[in-house]
């Protein structure tokens, strides 16, 4: 196991979002993460309305390079100047994960960020950076297996926007946005 970075007593293992699968079981998008030797999957299931983020992030990178317009997160951060150092998933319990961002400014302490974990997954994809996974999820997450019947194993983005075209739009309105 790679140790790319000690923080107190946990190792973080670097990881990058790897593409995107559907859980045919549970009928929800999953986010697979995975290390530079794809020794290690990590599976992170996200709700339909952070599912449509997503959808828009991976297919509309082309888009939002030629649109100049920032987000709200990235003009704040620029306008604090500040950078973002680092994107942690730190802990794993009943199914939920707990992760963070780390704000750098330019003089002073590094900011910890809560976050909720979809929106650390979409920074990754946003700002280039690999997500540093706390080992201690990494034994957890491999006791869920990333090859059962119920997985959808094509990770590609048409797909995952296939799953949106069909998706009930009453759906949506069960999850709060």
Known sequence: MSDNGRDGAHMYVE???FGFALDAIAQMPVV??????EKHAVPVWINASESVSFAAQFVGREMSARNSRKDVFTALIERLDMTVAGIYVESLHDGVFTASVRLKPAQGEELRLEVHVAEAMLMSLKYHL???????VLTRA????MNEEGFAQENNARRFVDFLDHMDPAAMGKYPM
């Open 142 to 145: 491999s006791s869920l297996d």
């Open 32 to 37: 697979i993460l995975k290390d530079a030797e």
């Open 130 to 136: 690999p997500v540093q996974v706390n080992d201690e």
């Open 15 to 17: 990881m990058k979002v």
